[in-house]
T-cell receptor, first 113, second 116 residues
Framework: QKEVEQNSGPLSVPEGAIASLNCTYS??????FFWYRQYSGKSPELIMF????GDKEDGRFTAQLNKASQYVSLLIRDSQPSDSATYLC?????????????FGRGTSLIVHP | NAGVTQTPKFRILKIGQSMTLQCTQD?????MYWYRQDPGMGLKLIYY???????DKGEVPNGYNVSRSTTEDFPLRLELAAPSQTSVYFC???????????????FGPGTRLTVL
């Protein structure tokens, strides 16, 4: 069974703090990793993608990938109340000859003033 | 560009009824997907398509059927609706990315379906 695991939370952080969201995956062959943000009642939207080991930064967001440990994380610096949402980790996994995203159940983030 | 559009936004079905959820994208994406999302859960893949005329089962295909006759459209058919199919359904599309893998997905606004 190919799986993507996330702590469902909620993760509660004060405004201005760093929020750290974690994701592990089971398929060692996976090469592409995505973080999506989903506000309540809305559809997911892409935050970041990462393909290579190490860190990738985009504004307040940093994605970290460690393929040896099968671990990907998302750091949100200077967290804002508007960051309060569910964050979905998606990992491309082999399915029927194609690499198709498998999603974790998501981590709920609450940023309180 | 409208992106990914879905109709209807809401629907209530009686047990045993059938319906089709419509999905259209105008980005000329190769890949299209149908997901369901239950409360507090992530997205479960129902079916996907890598191009017109090609479809494949995802993790939870039972009770559903799809077709893809054009690049733009990917309807999802529910036959004999059951209460277990009460969920929010999302359609998504993406390019065929690096090494043939799925690239960034773009999601439609969702259809909230209740089966009573």
């Amino acid at each position: 069974q190919k799986e993507v695991e996330q702590n469902s939370g909620p993760l509660s952080v004060p405004e201005g703090a760093i929020a750290s969201l974690n994701c592990t995956y089971s398929d060692r062959g996976s090469q592409s990793f995505f973080w999506y943000r989903q506000y309540s009642g809305k559809s997911p939207e892409l935050i970041m993608f990462i393909y290579s080991n190490g860190d990738k930064e985009d504004g307040r967001f940093t994605a970290q990938l460690n393929k040896a440990s099968q671990y990907v994380s998302l750091l949100i610096r200077d967290s804002q109340p508007s960051d309060s949402a569910t964050y979905l980790c998606a990992v491309n996994m082999l399915s029927g000859g194609s690499y198709i995203p498998t999603f974790g159940r998501g981590t709920s983030l609450i940023v309180h003033p | 560009n409208a992106g990914v559009t879905q109709t209807p936004k809401f629907r209530i079905l009686k047990i045993g009824q059938s319906m089709t959820l419509q999905c259209t994208q105008d980005m000329n994406h190769n890949y299209m997907y149908w997901y369901r999302q239950d409360p507090g859960m992530g997205l479960k893949l129902i079916y996907y398509s890598v191009g017109a005329g090609i479809t494949d089962k995802g993790e939870v295909p039972n009770g559903y059927n799809v077709s893809r006759s054009t690049t733009e459209d990917f309807p999802l058919r529910l036959e004999l609706a059951a209460p277990s199919q009460t969920s929010v359904y999302f359609c998504a599309s993406s390019y065929r990315g690096r090494q043939g893998e799925t690239d960034t997905q773009y999601f439609g606004p969702g259809t909230r379906l209740t089966v009573l």
